[in-house]
């Protein structure tokens, strides 16, 4: 259903059907390389000191290799880097505006979100959603949003959302989602409500106006959604229904099979003590 989304880590949403949101339990030290001792090095007088080799951190070719089980460990690794080094965000962020790799987006932007700093940043922000806006890459803008649905403030990005949740084509959906905010990091705001109400019943698209019903979440307005004629918009109505009455009379109606077993699992919940 459209209301379970969000990927990679806290990354959430609706339409991604991944979980996410999910704050990590703590972030681990970044892990130290083991060597054996250098051996003694003979030094002629005289002679100008020779600087030994620093590495660079490859994180292109870390993340080319990004599979399995190898996630969550360079996550992890990741996270514990920028956290000790703050400069590190920009070079997440010059990869993130290069990437084309949907999951490799989605794992960039997590990794920059799970800094609360950037993650409620004005200016990280800024930078995120004028990904999104630009329109160049679906794929990078769904991520950029998701990079925003993670923040416990957006005030000064919320007007730029809500224009984007009604005028944004395909990211219309995701602007909605992140309007919303992860449900432990942000409370319901009453724009989005107002706005969400307007889409449940003059929303064409069938998709958007089942997820403007759950995100309003108003008993009535999904009770008369129970009769809507897309079984997209009678799903996600139906978790949203606290008449039982109302539910009984859908069911008895009701000809699509999905959409019977949602409605008799809805009332089979409210029908528990």
């Given amino acids: 259903p459209l209301w379970l989304i969000v990927p990679a880590a806290a ?3 609706f339409l991604l059907g991944v979980a996410s949101g999910e704050e990590a339990p703590g972030r681990l030290a970044a892990p130290r390389r083991m060597s054996t001792p250098p051996a003694a090095k003979v030094v002629v007088v005289g002679a100008p000191a020779v600087p030994e080799a620093v590495e660079k951190f490859d994180l ?3 993340l080319a290799r990004l599979e399995g089980e190898g996630v969550g460990l360079l996550e992890e690794e990741l996270e514990a880097r920028l956290l000790e080094d703050p400069a590190f965000a920009a070079e997440l962020f010059a990869a993130f505006q290069a990437e084309f790799d949907p999951q490799r987006l989605s794992f960039l932007q997590n990794i920059l979100a799970s ?3 950037i993650r409620n940043s004005p200016a990280w922000q800024d930078r995120f959603m004028k990904a999104a806006e630009d329109g160049a890459f679906r794929e990078r803008g769904i991520a950029a949003l998701l990079f925003v649905q993670q923040a416990e403030s957006i005030r000064t990005v919320r007007a730029r959302l809500l224009a984007l ?3 944004g084509g ?3 959906p995701y602007a909605l989602v992140a309007l919303q905010g992860l449900p432990e990091r942000r409370g319901r705001e009453s724009q989005l409500l107002e706005l969400a109400a307007r889409m449940a019943v003059h929303e064409p698209d069938p998709e958007l106006r089942g997820l403007a019903i759950r995100l309003e979440n108003n008993p009535v307005t999904a009770a008369k959604a129970l ?10 109505a139906c978790h949203v229904v606290t008449s039982g009455e109302a539910l009984e009379a859908a069911l008895r109606s009701e000809q699509d099979p999905e959409v019977r077993e949602t409605i008799e699992a809805r009332l089979d919940l409210l029908r528990r003590p």
């Avoid at 009769?227 to 996600?236: E, H, P, T």
């Fill in 11 to 13: 990354v959430a949403g």
């Fill in 60 to 62: 292109r070719g870390r």
């Fill in 115 to 117: 800094d609360v700093e």
């Fill in 165 to 167: 949740a009604e005028h």
């Fill in 170 to 172: 395909g990211l219309r």
């Fill in 227 to 236: 009769l809507d004629a897309d079984r997209v918009v009678r799903m996600q």
